[in-house]
Nanobody, 119 residues
Framework: QVQLVESGGGLVQAGGSLRLSCAASRSIFSINVMGWYRQAPGNQRELVAL???????DYADSVKGRFTTSRDSAKNTVYLQMNSLKPEDTAVYYCNAKGRRWGVDYDDWGQGTQVTVSS
């Protein structure tokens, strides 16, 4: 199991930027995939970005070119840099850790952080 704590959400105007942080309770290199998801009211939770233990990243089409995920292994922290924000980016953003360790699958979530983009 991995404990995850997100921070960095808030209110920003359209076109602005925010950086979300997700601090993990163990080395992020031991976590197969760390993902950022978001859920807007009335919508399903959707994958926004991910980074694997090997450093591979992937993004939803809706955020490509605007969002970047990165990591700081010394701090066991993953980041989501969000630029050129749009009102449709408004959602609760969740950090997720997923994989298999010592033969046991894990799929753990943070508490979420609210991002609100005003027009």
């Amino acid at each position: 199991q991995v404990q995850l704590v997100e921070s960095g959400g808030g209110l920003v105007q359209a076109g602005g930027s925010l950086r979300l942080s997700c601090a993990a309770s163990r080395s992020i290199f031991s976590i197969n995939v760390m993902g950022w998801y978001r859920q807007a009211p009335g919508n399903q939770r959707e994958l926004v970005a991910l980074i694997t233990s090997g450093g591979t990243t992937d993004y939803a089409d809706s955020v490509k070119g605007r969002f970047t995920t990165s990591r700081d292994s010394a701090k066991n922290t993953v980041y989501l840099q969000m630029n050129s924000l749009k009102p449709e980016d408004t959602a609760v953003y969740y950090c997720n850790a997923k994989g298999r360790r010592w033969g046991v699958d894990y799929d753990d979530w943070g508490q979420g952080t609210q991002v609100t983009v005003s027009s």
